[in-house]
């Protein structure tokens, strides 16, 4: 159910041409921005922890999960943002796992709320199925057409 409840918060965002990943980082928190859920310097906090630990965001191959540590800077509330690039983006340009098409961008204001949300979305990307149907999604409806797919996991 986590799929449709990107879907019906408009939590999700599909970005056309190449971009670095501190852009895509800024894109893929703006339907949480757009609602209040973190403001803008939320994204900056993202980038802050990327450039000090790496790209630890990248959890599995080409899937990332921006994120922060609960209560940062910016946020506001607590959800996950869903976002595609139709032009992968480059976390490291050598190793070819880490060109990320998918975003899942958490915020949250508690760490209980965090991991709660965490769990969910691993719970999402065990199945190999709903995984490769996100890295090809085009459109915002595919995201419940995915949820239904995923069943109680989602």
């Known amino acids: 159910m986590l799929l449709k409840e990107i879907y019906d918060r ?3 965002a599909f970005t056309k041409g190449p ?3 501190r852009e895509a980082i800024r894109e893929s928190c703006k ?3 757009a609602d209040g859920t973190c ?3 939320y994204a900056e906090e993202i980038i802050a922890c990327v450039e000090k630990h790496g790209p630890y ?3 599995i191959p080409h899937v990332a999960m921006p994120h922060s540590t609960e209560g940062a800077v910016g946020a506001h509330k607590t959800a996950i943002g869903f976002m595609h690039c139709d032009t992968p983006v480059s976390f490291d340009d050598d190793d070819p796992d880490k060109q990320v098409q998918t975003f899942f961008t958490l915020c949250a204001t508690d760490s209980n709320a965090h991991l709660a949300n965490m769990q969910r979305l691993v719970a999402v990307l065990m199945n190999d199925e709903v995984v490769e149907q996100l890295k090809a999604i085009q459109t915002p409806e595919q995201l419940l057409e ?3 797919l995923a069943g109680d996991n989602a």
Do not use: N, Q, S
């Open 19 to 21: 971009m670095d990943w």
């Open 146 to 148: 995915i949820d239904a």
């Open 39 to 41: 403001d803008e310097r």
């Open 10 to 12: 408009k939590h999700y």
């Open 57 to 59: 965001i990248v959890i």
């Open 31 to 33: 339907p949480l921005e």
